[in-house]
């Protein structure tokens, strides 16, 4: 890409594509999470208040089958990105998974949640978390039965937009790796990136629904384009 060398903030969008070849089931590709379950159903705040049992029992599936998997090359190649890039960088994941964490990466925002941390509703606490919901276990800071997964459900608001706007706006590169710009406001982030005059690159297996909006756009597997990339950015 033209005048990567004079590329000094960069943000990175990440989606259930660079977690894939990591194990993890993507959300809208064939045979995705959304094809076996309603979202509506087991991941809206209008389902938790409905029937919390059944969207506390749908994470504890969740956390079980995230819980063991390992980094891929792209985590790794983000995570020496992280500790070798001199300007700034900002990671912004969808995931709710730790393997940016694990891979190296230390400048990680989750817009989503994530899994290692619950959230009572009743202090506000937010514990590390590795046990269950469903079984409506007692807050370790407050006591009350008001533990729930940490996770943003659709019609609930992503973490951190008071961080990521400002980052998208003082960046001179907007990268998205492995997200299918279908979930707002993550899909937006491009075109205020665009608009703001940032350059843009897409890392993906397919074009995306925002794919128009980059001003390129490279296909394959996250396991060798993300390293590939993050090659060509240290030199
Ligand atoms: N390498 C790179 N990209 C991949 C790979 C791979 N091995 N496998 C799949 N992809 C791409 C797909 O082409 C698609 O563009 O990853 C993207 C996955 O899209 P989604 O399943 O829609 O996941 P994501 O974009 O992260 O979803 C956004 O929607 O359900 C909510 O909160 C959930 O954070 C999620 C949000």
Redesign the pocket.
């Known amino acids: 890409m033209a005048g990567m060398r004079d590329v000094r903030n960069i943000v990175i969008l990440t989606?259930?594509?660079?977690s894939?070849?990591s194990g993890i089931d993507?959300?809208?590709?064939a045979g995705?999470l959304?094809e076996k379950y309603d979202?509506a159903e087991v991941?809206s705040a209008e389902a938790f208040a409905r029937d919390p049992g059944r969207l506390l029992s749908f994470y504890d599936m969740r956390r079980a089958t995230v819980g063991e998997k390992e980094p891929n090359p792209a985590h790794e190649a983000l995570g020496r990105l992280d500790a070798e890039w001199k300007g700034e960088l900002l990671i912004v994941t969808?995931?709710v998974d730790n393997l940016h964490e694990l891979g190296g990466a230390n400048r990680v925002l989750h817009m989503?949640g994530q899994h290692r941390t619950a959230w009572c509703t009743s202090c506000d606490a937010r514990p590390h978390w590795t046990g269950t919901f469903a079984d409506r276990p007692p807050c370790p800071a407050c006591g009350m039965r008001s533990l729930r997964p940490d996770v943003?459900l659709f019609g609930e608001m992503p973490y951190h937009l008071d961080r990521i706007y400002p980052a998208i706006r003082a960046a001179d590169l907007f990268v998205s790796?492995?997200?299918?710009?279908?979930?707002y406001p993550?899909a937006g982030f491009v075109r205020d990136a665009r608009e703001l005059g940032v350059r843009t690159l897409e890392?993906?297996?397919?074009p995306?629904d925002g794919s128009h909006w980059f001003d390129e756009t490279r296909l394959g597997?996250?396991?060798e384009i993300v390293p590939q990339w993050v090659k060509e950015m240290l030199g």
């Open positions: 989606g259930a594509g660079i894939a070849e993507t959300f809208r590709t995705g959304w979202p991941a969808q995931n989503h943003v790796i492995g997200t299918s710009g279908a979930v993550a890392l993906n297996l397919e995306s597997p996250a396991s």
